[in-house]
């Protein structure tokens, strides 16, 4: 059970992480990414949403998915570098408008508006 002072991820959004992690993997292959990329798609779509876990409101999900992968991966104030940045700034600004509109970016926000959650 989520902590109760949080949304939590409920069933239909661990399907709907699963499916954007599978649209996205399909997606770049079709725009001629290789397979450590289109595998690198895949991980951002399954992790997109990990934030609705400890979010108190929808909108904040985005910023604590990227905080919570931040966090896990990299010490604070560590340089993401040029693959992790990417990855992490795709996730901060899932669904938003962005000025850096990067292939993660783009693949991850196709793939989430094409899988809904039910
Ligand atoms: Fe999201």
Do not use: C
């Amino acid at each position: 059970m989520p902590d109760s002072k949080y949304i939590g991820i409920s069933e239909d959004r661990l399907h709907h992480m699963l499916g954007v992690a599978r649209k996205a993997y399909k997606i770049a292959l079709e725009r001629g990414h290789n397979k450590t990329f289109a595998t690198k798609m895949f991980v951002i779509g399954w992790n997109h949403d990990i934030g609705y876990e400890f979010s108190k409101y929808q909108e904040e999900h985005s910023m604590v998915s990227a905080a919570i992968l931040s966090n896990a991966f990299y010490d604070e104030g560590q340089d993401l570098g040029k693959n992790g940045g990417s990855t992490i700034n795709a996730i901060y600004s899932h669904g938003l408008y962005t000025e850096e509109k990067t292939e993660e970016w783009i693949i991850l926000n196709q793939a989430d508006m094409q899988v809904d959650i039910i």
